[in-house]
């Protein structure tokens, strides 16, 4: 009752300022709160479509879609709300975002390259390209595309976890020094996966033996690449998938303007 009394609230708010992007993003919560996962999303996507979308956002929808697991239906709506507005950034982002966790990295590319210039300030669209690359072979662009990630003026813990993947056997302490900063920036958030934190201590641990003992490789239950992955878990596919990135998704922070790295 206390929820449904809130959303009642939200609206009211909404009746007036139906634009207001805070209130917008409280009704999502209060929609999740009350289990209602579909409206949730949909909510969402009223959101990401609309003027006031703000960085992150796309993050957080893509979090929704993957732990709902409806991935599937979600390629074929946004498909389908490109043909109707072929201007719209959201559609094409969201339908490569979800053809990389269907491992179709190359078809993936082919939605995400053209917005590489409009979404400019989203650290997703920097690290699935990324990701791509570095799954294709292409560890240099993949290393890149994280750099350049990092400098962005939100920040999004899973840009030091991807490029963490990339590194472990190249700069090793450059990948401790990453996935430390990943636990560090979702300890305690509300929104944090439990699984996915739980395996990045594992990683941590497995990286610090490694750089000590001086491995050529590194084992651990690495994510990338992500096909090899893919046979390990013997074909679970996005069920396990979900688990494991929906976390890190969600939960982006502003970095100060004076672009200062978390440590």
């Known amino acids: 009752q206390e929820g449904e009394a809130t959303l009642k609230t939200i609206e009211r708010g909404l009746a007036e300022t139906p634009d207001e992007h805070q209130l917008m993003m409280m009704k999502v919560s209060a929609y999740r709160l009350l289990g209602q996962h579909e409206d949730a999303v949909r909510t969402m996507e009223e959101i990401v479509r609309g003027e006031h979308r703000q960085a992150g956002n796309l993050g957080m929808l893509l979090a929704m879609y993957l732990r709902g697991q409806d991935t599937e239906r979600a390629i074929e709506e946004w498909k389908s709300w490109h043909k109707k507005h072929p201007d719209d950034v959201v559609a094409p982002f969201m339908v490569g975002v979800l053809l990389h966790y269907g491992n179709e990295f190359e078809e993936s590319n082919r939605w995400l390259m053209p917005l590489k210039d409009k979404l400019h300030d989203e650290p997703r669209i920097f690290v699935y390209r990324a990701m791509n690359a570095f799954n294709m072979g292409d560890g240099k662009t993949a290393r890149e595309l994280l750099d ?22 190249t700069e090793r302490q450059l990948a401790i020094d990453d996935l430390g900063r990943y636990l560090a920036l979702t300890d305690g958030t509300p929104h944090a996966s439990i699984e996915k934190q739980a395996r990045v201590r594992v990683m941590y641990d497995e990286l610090l033996v490694c750089h000590a003992e001086n491995h050529e490789r590194c084992a651990g239950p690495w994510e990338h690449p992500r096909k090899a992955w893919w046979q390990e878990t013997k074909g679970i596919g996005l069920i396990a998938t979900s688990a494991l990135v929906a976390g890190g998704a969600l939960w982006l922070i502003r970095r100060r303007r004076s672009g200062e790295a978390p440590s």
């Open 148 to 169: 350049a990630a990092a400098l962005l003026p939100v920040v999004d813990p899973d840009v030091y976890y991807c490029r963490a993947e990339i590194t472990r056997d």
